[in-house]
């Protein structure tokens, strides 16, 4: 793009042809009032806070929409401009109500800030007191109304970075009201409960209910660190006061992988659940009882010497490296046994045996592609996945992609379509029967030529697995002209990403993953040395502990004993009744639950924010997590109890 | 030199704005020699006499408050008002979303802890007006000193200022509206 050169306050100033005048500004560190402004948004000039003159222009414009022209002469602060902006700041507060004094946003508000700055200490104008609703009903979030000002930062990140479309103006002129939907309640509506619009809001006007008046902004400490809840790996800002989470705020709310889920944002706020602050060992009365840590350790130890090979470990992907790492250490080496696994061990054989099938020595997870591609797509094949509960912000990106790029969203999944307001075709397979599925896709792409020809040799014959089409209609329920119709859309895509996940995984079918990556392979979606293809991985650091090799999986079928590294993972049903049939079973987990009460030894573990290290997130970047808060009542690391068992095994581990 | 003489009264407020006023501390010390309080609810005086400075702390709301605002902006030279109720109507304004009469009926009938509930209207209250006002919309203010309360420093800021002969503006630093 041209550069352009303008007049900004009588000072010769550089920018690029396309750029606002607020942007120029900026760029210049020309200070400029705005309220309705968000980077990363679109501009709209809502409040006019930011009115600059400009030279031949009869009136002042806002310079958040005004485009810069080579040549411009701008001022951004003269008396009149001043006097303009200290007025609309006026007819705002008289337009509804900004009394402070019982407002959970006094002191982290734009709005209040700009009155300061305008000494703000009377206002000229009637107040006009309109009585509007407040909705108080969803999960997390408070639409106060009358602390609205209608700027509209809250409908654009819905709809531009949430890609959610739920709020909206509705009504008209001064009865403007932000809504959900067709005004619903905000817990009935399609909301997500993201609380990108929280962190938008400039007021008190949308706020999040259960944090209320627990610190501001200034009296916190603010640490990133890395999400614990899932694969994405989303940087979090967590604010701290007092060694208490006070608020989580996304540090680059606007890019990819900027906003953040409920997760993210509020559920690791609420953690209600009683914690493991105390060493429990079975007495001989059957009961749990408190012990020093230095007894527990005794007492797991005396067990492994016993037990040796029959003892594996299990432990939690939430943890970092470093500690799984040494976790893997200490079964191998102190331990001796060898037998570890993680809790989600499973799908990641089933997804390394599938790529194996695929491609023989070859990166392994490495040749997944990185979800910022699915913002570039122009279809994507969501097959038994549902991103919405499993990974949120792919769910974000897949709606994002789909309504600013009209991308093709196909859905295959027996029993729901996982995207029920953004599906283009919902393809129903029987239970089963997606391997037929994918080979029959695979076969009408090469029948229609939708392929790369040097792709689709010999290695193409096992996966199309020799079904006729006829036999794939049959065995599917899926009709002739559907399988077509998404060959075609699949097969001519510039960029077709596929998604997979937890669903496809549980028929426990290494071939289904073989398929999906020779799919990709043949049509040539391919980026760099990588598959446009993303399976989406449960837990933080799913795929680091993948990777350093502990999803080995359990050797025994009922190992002797058991060492069951949870820290704050909470376990399922299935989980719990295998582990029943263990007649040893370690503990080791932040929080009280059905697991801890059937441990013989149970022993505490910090939670996400207490900890640091290294996670890898599902597409393979490296994140460094930091500890948010310490750890209360003198509870040890989870290296301290693993060196301290190895310790009383006579055995050094570091 | 003279003293200064100043006029204080509070209409619909909580008082805090006064307690600001007196956590000023050891600096009314260095206040006492320079202004001289005449009627204010801190000496208890209640009639006007003539001041050079006139403040007004709380929001009209009743024809009594209405009374005592013209009054003082009769005797006085300057006119100063403290607090958001004051400045802006603040939080007495939350009455103004229902109507009077609704408000009444609601404090004197409705409440759960009442009964045989009954309005009281006696000629020595004063009635309520239709909506809680800032002063500014009842009398000329010359100078403003929003806070909930202000601040001490906030109040003996403005104070020196109106000594040294000029009307105060809190500077963005020193205001506050909570």
Redesign the interface.
Known sequence: MNDITLTINGKQVKGKAGNTVLEICQANSIDVPTLCHLDGLSDVGACRMCVVEIERERRPVPACTYPARDGLVVKTSTERLERYRRQILELIFTERNHFCMFCEQSGDCELQKLAYRYQMDNVRYPYTFPSLPVDSLSDYLVIDHNRCILCGRCIRVCSEIVASHTLDFGRRGWRTLVGADLEQPLGESSCVSCGACVQACPTGAIFNKINLYKGKTDECQQIKTVCPACGVGCELNALVKDNNLVRIEAPRLTEPRGPLCPIGRFELLYQTTPRVISPLVRGKQGELEECSLDRAVQVVAERLKETKDGFAGIISTRIPNEILSLFNKFISEVVGSGSIDTLDGESYRIISEGIKQFQNNGKGLGIECPIEEILKADCIIVVGADPESANPIVSTLVRRAVSQRKTKLIVIDPSRDVFPLWTDLWLKPRVGSEGVLLSGLTKVLIDKGLVVPEKTKAELVQSVGGYGIGEVVRTTGIEKDSLELIAEIYGQAECGVIIYGEELLKRHDASLVTAILNLANITGNQVGDKLRVISLKPRANSRGAWELGLAKGIKQDKPKALYLLLADELVGEELLSWLRRIDFLVVQASYHSPVTSMADVVLPSPIWAEREGKYVSMDGRVLESKQVLQLKDGLPQDREILIEISKKLGRELS | MAKVKVATAWLDACAGCHMSFLDLDEALIGLANAIEITASPITDIKEFSPVDVGIIEGAVSNTHDEEVAKKLRDNCKILMVWG?CA?????C?MR???SKEEILRRCYIETESTKDGKIPSLEDIPPLLE?VK?V??VVK?D????G?PPSSKAIHYALTELLEGRIP?????I????
């Open positions: 958001d400045c802006f109507g603040g939080i304004t103004n979303l229902f909506q800032p500014n919309q203010v100078c403003y000193v929003p909930c503006i809190l500077p963005s630093e205001m506050r509206f909570d």
